[in-house]
């Protein structure tokens, strides 16, 4: 709280992260770093979705970083939501326990998402780009100060990676 205000904030998506910056400074932009949504992704979906949804959800996401301008930006949220017209019905599939009684989860719920990971990938990104915390990195006002990173690789590679050897 003594720091002054960024324009914006530049996270891995850690909800610590923030939720500090929210409240300490409820005015700074949050920009989630692309890298880290494509790694939450893979993680989701795994290298090699086996699923034709997974891998044009996975395309999709593995493309935010060649975004450069704000009409590209544009086009890959119409593409997302192309992606979710098509696969709407799909990600929406419930399994029920009754159906699959032998599944861990039917001792503890009645239904599930048939296809959690793919749907949870989605919403992430559908809500990322909804919050505006995809591509802050190229809002005009941000801009007036200098180029925005995108990633938070500076720090992983660079003052993080110091911290981390003392660590180790």
Do not use: M
């Amino acid at each position: 709280s003594r720091l002054p205000a960024p324009d914006v904030l530049i996270t891995d998506g850690l909800r610590g992260a923030e939720a500090a910056c929210t409240q300490a400074w409820p005015g700074t932009r949050i920009q989630r770093c692309l890298v880290h949504v494509q790694r939450n992704t893979r993680t989701g979906l795994t290298s090699r979705p086996r699923l034709q949804a997974g891998r044009e959800l996975k395309r999709l996401s593995d493309g935010l970083t060649s975004v450069e301008t704000a009409g590209q930006a544009v086009r890959w949220g119409e593409a997302l939501n192309a992606w979710h017209e098509r696969w709407k019905d799909f990600i929406a599939e419930r399994t029920y326990a009754r159906d699959d009684p032998s599944n861990p989860k039917a001792s503890r719920r009645r239904w599930w998402w048939t296809h959690e990971e793919l749907r949870r990938c989605y919403r992430r990104l559908e809500r990322l780009f909804r919050e505006g915390r995809l591509f802050a990195y190229l809002e005009p006002e941000l801009l007036k100060g200098g180029p925005v990173a995108r990633t938070t690789n500076r720090l992983e590679g660079g003052v993080n990676s110091v911290v981390k050897d003392v660590l180790r």
